[in-house]
């Protein structure tokens, strides 16, 4: 048994339509217009061929769709059949959504991506068209927790529970007096210390200042694993409420190709957009890399796991 995670679909008329077709029994995935990308001819273009993983699906899987039927929401369903390709629908950009897996109706269940119920071990922010979902056990706890509305209490006792509930509203205000208190530049050098405390981290160069002299890396962060050395450049913002600029998006493109690293990250104190992450989901499909988001309270908690004492005094 599997757990599939599909990524969004940009139109929120082409989200409602998916929606739907799921309701009558059809999951249904984009990138297929033509006869020609039906992957049951095993004739795939390279344009095509990254949708090969559909056929892997089979009975008893478990798909969910990411921010449908709308921005914030998962619709999770169980397969009960394998990969077929029919007439698809009609889209605000032309036929699509030929590739279609049969669900069963009656598992369907909708949720807040952010709701309590949702393990946090259970990753549901594909950077890319898909991703699996690997900790399986941990998934059917959270449709066990959703469909009850319970909370899992297996790591924590009640009191500790509720207590992280209470905290986590003082992250977005922890966020922010990072923010206040490290302005631009000091801002990188305060997220550099930060890195330079991770296992793994071997070196940390802070790289310039402005567009023009640091080709859109503000930090270079370099991770040794196993003798292996794998690059990551980091574009970071000082932003406050919500980030719309997609800035760093291109940013981040350029430097990853200036700096032939293995893979981008793009910080922000303020909170993610429905655009901004898009934008970085697309440029993860277009490079084929890892290019991740951190964001708002993510910052804090960024911080507070690897630095404490850089936040409080202890």
Known sequence: MA???FSKVDNSDNRTMVFESIRKGKSRFGWSQKEEHNLLLKKWSEWHSKQQFLLEIKADDWI??????KWGQCTAVKVIGPYEFDEGLQSTHGIDFRHVIPVDIESICVF???????LPSVNLRPRSRYHRVYEEQDFHQTISNLRDNKIDLSKDTKGEFYLKEK????????TSSIQQMNK????E????KVFRKI???VDVKENGSGWGSDNGADLIVTFKNLNIENKVVVQVKSFEGSHHSLEAVSQIENAID??????GLIITTASTTEALDTSVQNLNEKLDKQIDLMAGVDVARFVLKYAPEMVFKV
């Open 184 to 187: 631009s530049k000091d801002l």
């Open 3 to 5: 757990v599939w995670a």
């Open 258 to 263: 200036v700096y032939n690293a293995n893979a």
């Open 189 to 192: 050098m305060y997220l550099a």
């Open 64 to 69: 969910v769709h990411i921010n449908t039927p």
């Open 167 to 174: 905290t986590e509203s003082y992250l977005a205000e922890i």
């Open 112 to 118: 807040n991506r952010r709701d309590d119920n949702v």
């Open 199 to 201: 296992e793994g981290v």
